[in-house]
């Protein structure tokens, strides 16, 4: 008696058109999840200079309206919020991945500015690369580096 048993089991032609679709959905999916994480990121820039934004009004009203806090009051000695604890306000870690911060007071201590820059690696060549915050409230996007800043959009 001749008995066949069948052996379950996947070709290889199976299994390579299933690792052929699983490819095309991947490079699909790849590109879109890029621009998600930079949106994240930036979402988490502008989260923070509106925290730090609120914590220089906070001691400009402190101090009966005697000027802005400086970067080390603010940031503990850090100029970016990232490294030292001991200041006002310390940034969380998804922003110290992809921005730093730079608070501008003015001379005369009643305007101030403060700007997010993109510069530290990672996945942040998005269209708004670098933020800015004002006193008045003002919020900038595509801002040049300098301190002079020069701004083409708002977020």
Request: charged share 15%; glycine share 10%.
């Amino acid at each position: 008696m001749d008995v066949r048993r069948r052996k379950s089991g996947f070709t290889l032609v199976e299994i390579l058109i299933v690792i052929t679709i699983i490819g095309i959905l991947a490079s699909i999916a790849y590109p879109s999840y890029q621009q998600y994480v930079v949106k994240a990121n930036r979402a988490a820039a502008q989260q923070f200079l509106l925290e730090v934004a609120s914590v220089q009004h906070q001691y400009f009203l402190a101090n009966n309206g005697n000027g802005f806090a400086s970067e080390v009051v603010l940031f503990g000695g850090a100029n970016d919020g990232c490294l030292h604890p001991g200041g006002l306000i310390k940034a969380p870690v998804n922003f110290c991945t992809f921005y730093r911060v730079r608070s501008f007071p003015s001379e005369g201590g009643s305007t101030m500015r403060l700007r997010a820059i993109s510069d530290k690696g990672g996945v942040q060549h998005g269209d708004v690369n670098n933020l800015m915050i004002n006193t008045d409230g003002q919020r900038l996007s595509n801002c040049s580096t300098g301190e002079a800043a020069s701004c083409a959009g708002t977020w």
